[in-house]
């Protein structure tokens, strides 16, 4: 594994204050991130049950761990915008099981992306210890093998070593990768990534989610046991007995909030739309989406009280796309959303109502667009 990290730019438009991460569940790019981890695991296992010659065994298996995969990524969704779950497994669930049958579970389910990689995932050691929170242990760990299967040169070993230390449950990862340069190993947890492909997000979360549970995830001091090329990464979960950590749940959605409301959402990334959809539905809103700088065409008699846009679907001509949307919509409230705010123009800042960074928390959109909604309407209050 070798990733880095990045500095975020600052903005002349007004951003909002950040928002509290300590539940990171409701961290939107971790959350979509880790919905992704659990579409390739799914989409993996229904390839293994359409291969020629698959036996009935085989394919009631596949299915078996696609419903799993599928549960989870909803409920990691749900409960991200704020809404209960709708199976007996949740998230933030309070159940607990062995920490050994919860690795053994989370090996299974990525040997079909194993095999891709053509490395092989040994598991050694027992940890019988009892732990709160077995969908949360499978997605910190699910982070960290996809990154050593990305890593790993084909041939390779995953080794992960299950152990408990006065009652608590280790689990050591190791690769046979390139290993981590010195100089990004501060930055490592940090965000950013040097991965084709990679959004530096996994081991991010991983690690949030793994200390709002009570645990860590850490980098071995020198890149584990001298005998493994590679990286070595350490998780360590409480047992069940110990006491639980405070952490804030999710609010309950106020299904009124938004009510009556137009929103307009301007953005070409499907996992965002989707999400954006659920959670301002949720609460009330119409949302209509424009995916490009074209496909914003309001009619006259269809007024938004808000649009959300991505400034990349429109980066070519920004300031004609907001007076296309000012067009059926003179009075419409316009809420940006982007990861490169740094040096946004004078002329564009001053027309927006507010601006969102990327990755953002569903709640940031919720206050930005109500925000937004209120200063319009100060805006136009008769003197």
Same mark, same amino acid.
């Given at each position: 594994?070798?990733?880095?990290?990045?500095?975020?730019?600052?903005?002349? &438009?007004?951003?909002?204050?950040?928002?509290?991460?300590?539940?990171?569940?409701?961290?939107?790019?971790?959350?979509?991130?880790?919905?992704?981890?659990?579409?390739?695991?799914?989409?993996?296992?229904?390839?293994?049950?359409?291969?020629?010659?698959?036996?009935?065994?085989?394919?009631?298996?596949?299915?078996?761990?696609?419903?799993?995969?599928?549960?989870?990524?909803?409920?990691?969704?749900?409960?991200?915008?704020?809404?209960?779950?709708?199976?007996?497994?949740?998230?933030?669930?309070?159940?607990?099981?062995?920490?050994?049958?919860?690795?053994?579970?989370?090996?299974?389910?990525?040997?079909?992306?194993?095999?891709?990689?053509?490395?092989?995932?040994?598991?050694?050691?027992?940890?019988?210890?009892?732990?709160?929170?077995?969908?949360?242990?499978?997605?910190?760990?699910?982070?960290?093998?996809?990154?050593?299967?990305?890593?790993?040169?084909?041939?390779?070993?995953?080794?992960?070593?299950?152990?408990?230390?006065?009652?608590?449950?280790?689990?050591?990862?190791?690769?046979?990768?390139?290993?981590?340069?010195?100089?990004?190993?501060?930055?490592?947890?940090?965000?950013?990534?040097?991965?084709?492909?990679?959004?530096?997000?996994?081991?991010?979360?991983?690690?949030?989610?793994?200390?709002?549970?009570?645990?860590?995830?850490?980098?071995?001091?020198?890149?584990?046991?001298?005998?493994?090329?590679?990286?070595?990464?350490?998780?360590?979960?409480?047992?069940?007995?110990? &006491?639980?950590?405070?952490?804030?749940?999710?609010?309950?959605?106020?299904?009124?909030?938004?009510?009556?409301?137009?929103?307009?959402?301007?953005?070409?990334?499907?996992?965002?739309?989707?999400?954006?959809?659920?959670?301002?539905?949720?609460?009330?809103?119409?949302?209509?989406?424009?995916?490009?700088?074209?496909?914003?065409?309001?009619?006259?008699?269809?007024?938004?009280?808000?649009?959300?846009?991505?400034?990349?679907?429109?980066?070519?001509?920004?300031?004609?796309?907001?007076?296309?949307?000012?067009?059926?919509?003179?009075?419409?409230?316009?809420?940006?959303?982007?990861?490169?705010?740094?040096?946004?123009?004078?002329?564009?800042?001053?027309?927006?109502?507010?601006?969102?960074?990327?990755?953002?928390?569903?709640?940031?959109?919720? &206050?930005?667009?109500?925000?937004?909604?209120?200063?319009?309407?100060?805006?136009?209050?008769?003197?």
């Amino acid at each position: 594994m070798n990733q880095g990290g990045s500095a975020d730019g600052s903005s002349s &438009a007004k951003l909002p204050e950040s928002v509290d991460h300590t539940d990171p569940s409701r961290d939107l790019a971790g959350v979509l991130h880790d919905v992704s981890n659990s579409l390739t695991v799914l989409l993996g296992w229904i390839g293994e049950a359409r291969t020629k010659g698959a036996t009935r065994e085989s394919v009631d298996y596949a299915l078996q761990l696609v419903e799993q995969r599928a549960r989870m990524a909803r409920d990691i969704a749900r409960h991200a915008i704020g809404a209960s779950s709708l199976s007996s497994s949740t998230v933030l669930d309070s159940d607990d099981d062995e920490m050994g049958r919860v690795v053994a579970e989370m090996v299974d389910a990525l040997a079909v992306e194993a095999e891709r990689a053509e490395v092989r995932i040994v598991l050694r050691g027992e940890s019988a210890v009892r732990v709160r929170g077995p969908v949360t242990i499978s997605q910190v760990l699910t982070n960290v093998v996809l990154n050593a299967l990305a890593f790993s040169p084909p041939g390779g070993v995953i080794r992960i070593r299950l152990s408990s230390v006065n009652g608590e449950a280790q689990v050591e990862v190791s690769d046979d990768g390139p290993g981590i340069a010195t100089e990004m190993r501060q930055q490592l947890f940090e965000g950013g990534s040097t991965r084709k492909g990679g959004a530096g997000i996994g081991l991010r979360y991983a690690r949030s989610l793994a200390r709002s549970s009570g645990g860590d995830l850490e980098l071995a001091a020198h890149g584990g046991s001298k005998t493994v090329r590679g990286a070595t990464f350490m998780l360590r979960w409480p047992s069940s007995g110990a &006491a639980a950590p405070q952490r804030p749940s999710a609010a309950r959605i106020n299904t009124h909030q938004l009510s009556g409301k137009r929103v307009l959402v301007v953005e070409d990334d499907d996992d965002v739309i989707s999400l954006l959809e659920t959670a301002l539905e949720a609460r009330g809103a119409e949302v209509v989406v424009a995916r490009t700088a074209a496909d914003i065409s309001i009619p006259k008699d269809r007024r938004f009280d808000v649009a959300l846009i991505d400034l990349s679907p429109i980066i070519d001509d920004v300031p004609g796309a907001l007076a296309a949307v000012r067009l059926g919509s003179p009075s419409v409230a316009i809420v940006a959303m982007t990861g490169n705010v740094n040096g946004l123009p004078d002329a564009i800042a001053r027309d927006l109502g507010g601006c969102v960074r990327k990755p953002f928390d569903v709640a940031e959109v919720v &206050a930005a667009i109500s925000n937004a909604m209120g200063g319009r309407a100060q805006k136009h209050v008769s003197p």
